[in-house]
């Protein structure tokens, strides 16, 4: 079977420390694939092992079949793979119509060009409008982004991140800082991605990760340390001592 991901050994120190420890982990093509663990547990190294901002200490990373633990991080955008960042890092004067369309224009080529004739190019523009009323972002397309809410600053990072066409898409954290009464709508867009793109989520909301995972990983202090379905990790009694903390 070709997997979408699929780490074989991973491992990441950091001087004597091991932050990942031979981690073995396989994400089917088209899974709703969660990753879960504690502070600490080695989540974000994970994340940039994958994408290749940090080479691993040993181990190797392929993706749709492909060896990929030596290409670089654009190698591996083109390859497919596209991040959200846990961290807010829109363009706080641009409008969600921009932003889409000029990262639209770039994956096709031409973003600069396009930028400096707005508004000319109505494939780009219609795309970016049904990307954004895919996300809930219709009826605040035009408005300046750090107006916006944040729950829909957080659906515009992944609208970014799906404009480029990912085939396998990481999602660090969609729902972190995101208030109580706009996390349904965080949920909402993330379970209406398409079908066709693999979704790593890597996420602490735990109703969040339980509605959304068809699969499930626990990792702990570096290692993997259960993986299931849903309904196995949720009742699983060591998981629930080592991360719910019951
Ligand atoms: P998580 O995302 O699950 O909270 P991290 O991957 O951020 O975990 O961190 C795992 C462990 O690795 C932590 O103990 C952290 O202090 C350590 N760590 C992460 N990055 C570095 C680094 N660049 N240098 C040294 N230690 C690091």
Redo the contacts with the bound molecule.
């Keep these: 079977m070709t997997f979408a991901l699929e780490t074989t050994g991973l491992s990441k120190s950091?001087?004597g420390?091991e932050?990942n420890a031979d981690v073995s982990l396989s994400v089917a093509k088209g899974a709703r694939h969660a990753l879960i663990?504690?502070?600490?547990?080695?989540?974000?190294?994970?994340i940039n092992l994958l994408t290749g901002v940090l080479p691993p200490t040993s181990g190797s990373i392929r993706m749709m079949g492909e060896d990929v633990t030596r290409v670089s991080q654009q190698g591996r955008v083109r390859r497919g793979m596209a991040r959200t960042y846990q961290i807010n890092q829109l363009f706080a004067d641009l409008s969600p119509i921009e932003t889409i369309s000029l990262a639209i224009a770039e994956r096709e080529g031409s973003g600069a060009r396009w930028w400096n004739r707005v508004g000319k190019d109505s494939a780009v523009i219609d795309e970016s409008e049904a990307l954004l009323r895919r996300m809930k972002l219709g009826a605040m397309m035009t408005r300046r982004t750090a107006t916006l809410p944040y729950g829909k600053q957080r659906l515009l990072e992944i609208a970014l991140a799906m404009a480029c066409k990912p085939k396998l898409l990481l999602l660090d954290e969609p729902a972190a800082g995101v208030p109580e009464d706009e996390r349904h709508d965080v949920l909402d867009s993330v379970e209406a991605l398409p079908d066709d793109v693999t979704v790593l989520l890597i996420e602490h909301d735990m109703e969040l990760v339980f509605s959304f995972a068809d699969k499930i990983s626990v990792?702990v202090q570096?290692a993997l340390y259960a993986e299931g379905s849903v309904e196995e990790i949720s009742t699983d009694p060591h998981v629930k001592a080592v991360y719910l903390g019951e």
């Design positions: 950091f001087g420390f932050a663990g504690p502070n600490g547990a080695g989540k974000t190294t994970f990792l570096g």
